[in-house]
């Protein structure tokens, strides 16, 4: 896996000091939800970040690469693209990731 450009969003706005559990990640706060932008070496460091987001306690709104994103407003995502969303984290190592 080469290095992509990933956006992240979670629900609710957060603060910088929380943001800065995700390393490297530019945070975008909106006015319902947060979505960080940032370059993610391999599905390891994509998965670390997950791992983070759920030890915080954060609700994962979704998980897209640059190239497939819409933009960013991320409170209406009825657009059909792939995603990988919660329950795909909570299912564990063997998940299925496909939409």
Avoid: W
């Avoid at 609710?12 to 070496?41: D, Q």
């Amino acid at each position: 896996m080469e290095p992509t450009i990933y956006q992240i969003c979670v629900q609710g706005r957060l603060t910088e000091r929380l943001a800065s559990a995700l390393e490297g990640m530019t945070l975008h706060g909106g006015a319902v939800n947060t979505v960080f932008t940032g370059e993610v070496k391999d599905q390891s460091q994509l998965f670390g970040l997950l791992d983070r987001l759920r030890d915080l306690g954060l609700e994962l709104i979704s998980v897209q690469p640059e190239t497939a994103a819409v933009g960013d407003n991320h409170e209406d995502q009825t657009d059909g693209s792939a995603q990988l969303r919660p329950d795909h984290i909570r299912a564990g190592a063997g998940a299925n990731l496909d939409p």
